[in-house]
Nanobody, 122 residues
Framework: QVQLVESGGGLVQAGGSLRLSCAAS????????IGWFRQAPGKEREFVST????????TYGDSVKGRFTISRDNAKNTVYLRMNSLKPEDTAIYYC???????????????WGQGTQVTVAS
């Protein structure tokens, strides 16, 4: 089992940047694929990005490609999401999640954090 805690959210102007962190507890962190998802008010939870255990497989949702970068540091039990060129439509609660399989599908993720709010002002 793994517990996940997100941090780094906040209020930023359009065009700005933020870096989110997903810190995990448990010795098995390096066994998990970690994904980022987001949910805006009144919308479905949306896939943002994911990274496999070794960091050799990365994928991004179409709406964030070229602007967001995912990375991980297994020694620190942490996954990062660097978000550049932020837009008002990026406003959402951002969640990280852990899965034993490589997938972008929400249902493949077994463990979820509580989320961190990102608000992009126009």
């Amino acid at each position: 089992q793994v517990q996940l805690v997100e941090s780094g959210g906040g209020l930023v102007q359009a065009g700005g940047s933020l870096r989110l962190s997903c810190a995990a507890s448990g010795r098995t962190f390096s066994s998990y694929t970690i994904g980022w998802f987001r949910q805006a008010p009144g919308k479905e939870r949306e896939f943002v990005s994911t990274i496999n255990r070794s960091g050799t497989w990365l994928t991004y949702g179409d709406s964030v490609k070229g602007r967001f970068t995912i990375s991980r540091d297994n020694a620190k039990n942490t996954v990062y999401l660097r978000m550049n060129s932020l837009k008002p439509e990026d406003t959402a609660i951002y969640y990280c999640a852990a899965s034993m399989v490589n997938s972008w599908q929400r249902g493949a993720y077994d463990y979820w954090g509580q989320g961190t709010q990102v608000t992009v002002a126009s």
